[in-house]
């Protein structure tokens, strides 16, 4: 069965530091990755996904994400944190082994940014 | 294009009422999705349709029903309301490429319901 793991349900940087969000997956098929991100009472929009093609996937708002199979991760990366990336970040595969035509969702990470 | 719209935004319900959440979509998505989200729970899938006039069940269906009459809109409806049934739920499309596996899904605002 596929699954996600998001480590640390709470994550805090200082403007400008890096933000470091990581994703390990399980699967006994090639993954299809996604990173979602939710802005305070909002829906999720896209920042990134990962469908077998470059390993390195370059996003919206400065994101990117690397696939590593050794590692069975997909850590999402963006260099200098700004305010407005407070938000709620999931990562969730595609369900392809699956009979319901699904994403499997990590329980999500809370991205704050102090100034 | 207004994307994904949903109605309506909040609504508090007693137990035993019922109620019908409206998802529309107009960028002529095949597929959409009814989604619970409670916290420490992650996003939950209720029920799917691949198409006009077709509809199955998720991981969590139980106490819901839906209906896909037309491309554009998807109901999800709530016969006997439960306080279980308390939550924010979303509303998603994509486009149905690839059976939806590698499709960007596109979400609603959410609705926040609340069951007394």
């Known amino acids: 069965a596929q699954s996600v793991t998001q480590l640390g349900s709470h994550v805090s940087v200082s403007e400008g530091a890096l933000v470091l969000l990581r994703c390990n997956y399980s699967s006994s098929v090639p993954p299809y990755l996604f990173w979602y991100v939710q802005y305070p009472n909002q829906g999720l929009q896209l920042l990134l996904k990962y469908t077998s093609a470059a390993t390195l996937v370059k996003g919206i708002n400065g994101f990117e994400a690397e696939f590593k199979k050794s590692e069975t991760s997909f850590h999402l990366t963006k260099p200098s944190a700004h305010m407005s990336d407070a938000a709620e970040y999931f990562c969730a595969v595609s369900d392809r082994a699956g009979i319901i035509r699904k994403l499997i969702w990590g329980l999500g990470t809370s991205l704050a940014v102090n100034p | 294009n207004a994307g994904v719209t949903q109605t309506p935004k909040f609504r508090v319900l007693k137990t035993g009422q019922s109620m019908t959440l409206l998802c529309a979509q107009d960028m002529n998505h095949e597929y959409m999705y009814w989604y619970r989200q409670d916290p420490g729970m992650g996003l939950r899938l209720i029920h799917y349709s691949v198409g006009e006039g077709t509809t199955a069940k998720g991981e969590v269906p139980d106490g819901y029903n839906v209906s896909r009459l037309k491309k554009q809109n998807f109901l999800l409806g709530l016969e006997s309301a439960a306080p279980s049934q308390t939550s924010v739920y979303f509303c998603?499309?994509?486009?149905?490429?690839?059976?939806?596996?590698?499709?960007?899904?596109?979400f609603g605002p959410g609705t926040r319901l609340t069951v007394l």
């Open positions: 998603a499309s994509s486009y149905g490429a690839s059976g939806g596996l590698t499709d960007t899904q596109y």
